[in-house]
Structure formats: structure tokens, C-alpha cells
């Protein structure tokens, strides 16, 4: 196989992290420049919605690996189309554990996506179900993204599993529900703070 060049999830930790915070405290420093109000908490969502991305981009697309000559190569792409297939198959040959960290995992993997959206861009995502498509479009772009590298790269043993785009979507909506919970309790502490004797 020809030799060739990647790209690390730890490189993009190491670099792309710094280079963010670097690029808003510039920002930050402009605002207080211009005498423009910074809303700090609002920042620090922002901040770790930004290092979230960044860590949600190494864990599904590196390392990828791409050939100093220039080509592409053409490997066989191991597809699974039939939910939770390889879920059953794990557990009944005695893979529980495996099956519970990949399963939690890809249930979560996208909640924050959801919540720091709303948390940010409050109208950018209405209900249960605009949560749910959101997610759904996110994990299945994830999921192509996958396939080309898995059929043009050198392989890491990547899957494309409709399982993963399932639990990723239900994920989204775990995310709608954190938020809509912390609005509930916001309100009702501003609800006790407005009734004498509460």
C-alpha cells in the first residue's frame, strides 16, 4: 500500500482547541474594546459548545488517512442495514458490555448537540420532533462521512450501522427533553421568587 499522511484526533485536540479559545478571546477583547456588553455566561456555553464539536469531530471522522500519491483506494464497506443486527449478535455471544457502552454512547452522542442549541439559539429547534429530525440528519451525514472514508482511506475498522443514525436520533430527543427540564425548573424558581411566603 502506498504510503501516506493522516490527520489524528489527538492533533485536532491539540490544535484545534487552543486556536478556538485563542480566536475568542480576541473576540472578547474587541467586544470590551468597543464597550459592547459580554454576556459571560452565554461565552461559556459557547465555549463548550465549540470544544464539544470539536471532540464530537475526532471521535466519529479520525484518524483518517489520506495516500501521498494521490489516489484513493477502493475497500469493501461493511454496511448493516438491519437494526440492532450486530446488537443482538454481540450480546448473545457474550459482548453485554460492549453492547451497553456503544448503545449509551450513541444515545448520547448527539444530546448535547440538541441542548446546546437550545441553550444558544433558543428558536432554532421547536419541539420534540424538529429534535429528532435534527439529529436524525446530523447522524446519518455522520454515517456517510464514515462510509467514503471506510471505502477511500486506509480502513480503522469503521461501521455503517443504521443502529447508530437510531440510537443517535433518539439521542436528539434525550437533549430537547434536558432542556425543556431546566426551563421547567428555571420557571418555577422565578415562579417561587415572584409569590410572597415561597
Known amino acids: 500500500m502506498p504510503l501516506g499522511k493522516g490527520i489524528t484526533a489527538q492533533f485536532l485536540y ?18 470590551r474594546i468597543g464597550r459592547k456588553k459580554i454576556d459571560l455566561v452565554r461565552e ?10 470539536i471532540g464530537l469531530i475526532g471521535l466519529v471522522f ?33 459482548a453485554l458490555r ?15 448537540l440538541i441542548l446546546f442549541l437550545k441553550l444558544l439559539w433558543n428558536k432554532s429547534i421547536k419541539n420534540y420532533r ?7 440528519v446530523v447522524s446519518f451525514f455522520i ?8 471505502k477511500y ?11 447508530d443514525i437510531i440510537l443517535n436520533s433518539l439521542g436528539g430527543l434525550i437533549g430537547f427533553y434536558v432542556y425543556m427540564s431546566l426551563l421547567k425548573q428555571e ?9 410572597p411566603g415561597l
Open 143 to 150: 454515517e456517510f462521512i464514515q462510509f467514503l472514508e471506510s
Open 14 to 31: 491539540i490544535y484545534g482547541i487552543p486556536a478556538w479559545l485563542a480566536i475568542r478571546i480576541a473576540c472578547l477583547i474587541f467586544k
Open 62 to 94: 479520525l484518524p483518517v488517512v489520506f495516500l501521498l500519491d494521490g489516489t484513493f483506494m477502493n475497500n469493501p464497506v461493511n454496511i448493516t442495514i438491519i437494526p440492532f443486527e450486530g446488537v443482538t449478535y454481540a450480546v448473545q455471544h457474550g
Open 187 to 195: 420557571r418555577g424558581e422565578e415562579t417561587k421568587e415572584e409569590i
Open 130 to 136: 424538529q429534535a429528532f429530525l435534527l439529529a436524525f
Open 44 to 53: 461559556v456555553v459557547l465555549n463548550l459548545f465549540a470544544i464539544y464539536l
Open 153 to 163: 482511506t486506509p480502513p480503522f475498522n469503521r461501521v455503517v450501522d443504521i443502529t
Open 98 to 112: 460492549s453492547v451497553v457502552i456503544n448503545t449509551v454512547g450513541n444515545l448520547l452522542m448527539l444530546s448535547p
